[in-house]
């Protein structure tokens, strides 16, 4: 007798159906017009970061919900063997798009305008106690301003987002 395949997502995860992947693209879609029409250019970085740097980050208690990968083959017996529970796993899946960022900002800074303006869109996890509302994998969109500390790039970020909420159909917001 075969054994019976668990169906369900994962606790914490979900299915998008049709529809509602649909919905979310357009969704997404008057999202980053709005953004573009800011200026603001997308970029796009790896779900994977080395956990040392997740870990180093500033992020105060997300980093205590990092999903760490473990090592794989000679490494991870290596580690085991050792009995060293810190050396099983080297990369860790984001947990916001902010180092992520950081990261491609410095890889990538000399290809880059000297005020760089970016969007990101995309998955990011954080292992805690799903309930209800709560992923443990969700969608995270950032516009962030790099190389202009002035005032006003932070009122242009409200301005980008204020529009881009009014392009989703919301009216009355804070």
Not at 151 to 167: G, H, S, V
């Amino acid at each position: 007798r075969m054994k019976q395949i668990q169906t369900q997502p994962v606790r914490g995860m979900r299915d998008i159906l049709p529809q509602q992947k649909r919905l979310r693209e357009e969704a997404f879609a008057k999202i980053l017009h709005a953004y573009r029409q800011f200026g603001f250019s997308q970029i796009e970085t790896p779900a994977l970061e080395n956990l040392d740097a997740l870990l180093r980050s500033n992020a105060g208690d997300n980093t205590k919900l990092i999903f760490a990968i473990m090592k794989r083959g000679n490494a991870l017996e290596k580690a085991i063997e050792t009995g060293d529970a810190k050396a099983l796993a080297d990369l860790g899946l984001r947990f916001d798009l902010t180092l992520p960022l950081a990261r491609y900002y410095a890889q990538n800074r000399s290809k880059l305008p000297r005020v760089f303006k970016s969007i990101q869109v995309g998955n990011v996890w954080r292992a805690e106690r799903p309930q209800k509302g709560r992923y443990r994998q969700f969608y995270q969109c950032d516009i962030d301003v790099i190389g202009n500390a002035s005032i006003l790039a932070e009122i242009e970020l409200l301005a980008a987002t204020a529009r881009a909420l009014m392009d989703l159909g919301f009216v009355d917001f804070t």
